[in-house]
């Protein structure tokens, strides 16, 4: 019988820190919202990467070495464990550094009394096969979560693979962030017994409609906005996102995040003669997104692999509709024309198409922001707290 509090240790590299506190923020929401509303003590280690020299010269590398070895968010306490990261061969080594690093972490907290009841972990690979080493290296039973191209892209690497599915094997539970990704896996041979479908929710605190009129203002907007908020990386297609730009020539449009293709962009709004109607914002925190979102028109996401886009959903809850692909739990989400639109193509043509109905015939964003309603974190957490629960059960009575 477990006690009244379950003990239980999230580890992820993808885990909001001092230096990008962005990074795998919907991890740290799951979690915020599970301890919420239910028993549940947790301490977070997230490793990060070992890097000598500190400073912005050094790019994230020097940001991740300015990380303290152990910090405080949201009454959380997070520990940094060091990890070594091998140019070019890391991604075959990087799994055994990490549970290297998990398990020195682990062995410093249960010397200062926490000894956990299950590992709550977070991405296949690297973290969820270094997680199944740290578990059996403490005989813990422990929990895996997929969230998109670790099954999407990363699963797609033989090596990868073979190690995922040990690891899921071992696992006393495999959680998807959509029905898409479970299809994949029971597609690669897992079992589908052992995978559990828990969507990600939306803060509908933090995500509301708010300062449309003052943000617009503020930042010189007249007609109507698309937006995009994301990393700006090749996959995200964010050549879409200036090609309906292109083809609306009365909309502004609004890019906010960081990435290697910003110049690539920037060069691109010049080709398109879109420059003037094309800001690049850089990257916001969480509390500065929900203006952004309030003041736009449409929210665009063309990717072209997404696992369950958290974007989406904050859009929503701000009263703004979607244009999205039928990739990842797009279809999952966009279920009506109150929520947006599913783009018929990954082709510019089809998501100037999408945009243009949206624009000709907006919903209203009450309706848009009560769809979003229905995707509130409690369904979520409940069904987390009765996986953890059930797999600490049947380890103490086989104990």
């Known amino acids: 019988m477990v006690s009244s509090s379950l003990k239980t240790i999230l580890f992820s590299s993808l885990f909001p820190n001092e230096q990008e506190p962005s990074l795998g923020i919907f991890v740290e929401n799951r979690l915020r919202h599970l301890i919420q509303h239910f028993p549940v003590d947790c301490r977070v280690i997230a490793p990060v990467p070992f890097f000598p020299l500190k400073g912005e010269i050094f790019g994230r590398y020097g940001r991740m070495a300015a990380i303290a070895l152990q910090e405080e968010r949201a009454g959380l306490t997070i520990d940094h464990p060091r990890f070594l990261a091998v140019p070019k061969v890391g991604m075959r080594l990087t799994p055994l550094t990490l549970a290297q690093a998990g398990i020195r972490a682990m062995e410093r907290l249960r010397q200062q009394g926490f000894d956990a009841d299950l590992i709550d972990a977070h991405y296949l690979y690297p973290d969820g096969v270094a997680a199944a080493r740290v578990a059996r290296h403490f005989g813990k ?32 539970r495999v959680i998807t962030v959509s029905r898409s990704l479970k299809r994949a896996l029971v597609t690669k041979g897992v079992d589908p017994a052992t995978v559990t479908v828990l969507r990600n929710g939306v803060d509908l605190q933090r995500f509301s409609p708010t300062r449309r009129a003052e943000t617009r203002a503020a930042l010189g907007l007249r007609g109507p906005v698309l937006l995009y908020v994301g990393w700006l990386i090749p996959r995200k297609r964010l050549d879409l996102v200036l090609a309906a730009t292109a083809a609306h020539t009365q909309v502004t449009t609004l890019i906010v995040g960081t990435g290697p293709d910003a110049g690539r962009l920037e060069k691109q709004t010049q080709a398109l003669n879109i420059a003037d109607r094309v800001y690049f914002l850089g990257a916001k925190k969480p509390a500065e997104l929900a203006p952004l979102y309030s003041a736009a028109d449409v929210l665009l996401l063309p990717s072209d692999r997404e696992g369950w886009a958290n974007v989406l959903l904050e859009a929503m809850a701000c009263g703004t509709p979607v244009v999205t692909r ?30 243009g109905k949206i624009l000709r015939d907006p919903p209203r964003r009450e309706d848009t922001r009560r769809f979003a309603e229905g995707f509130g974190w409690e369904e979520t957490s409940a069904g987390q707290w009765n996986i953890f629960q059930g797999l600490v059960d049947c380890h103490d009575r086989c104990a």
């Not at 039928?326 to 945009?355: E, F, K, M």
């Open 141 to 172: 039973p422990f929990v895996l979560t997929a969230r998109g191209s670790d099954v999407t892209e990363i699963a797609d690497y033989p090596f990868a693979w073979k190690q995922m599915r040990q690891a899921i094997k071992a696992a006393g």
């Open 326 to 355: 039928d990739v990842g739990a797009g279809a999952d989400l966009v279920t009506s024309d109150t929520a947006g639109r599913i783009a018929a193509a990954g082709t510019a043509d089809a998501v100037a198409d999408a945009v």
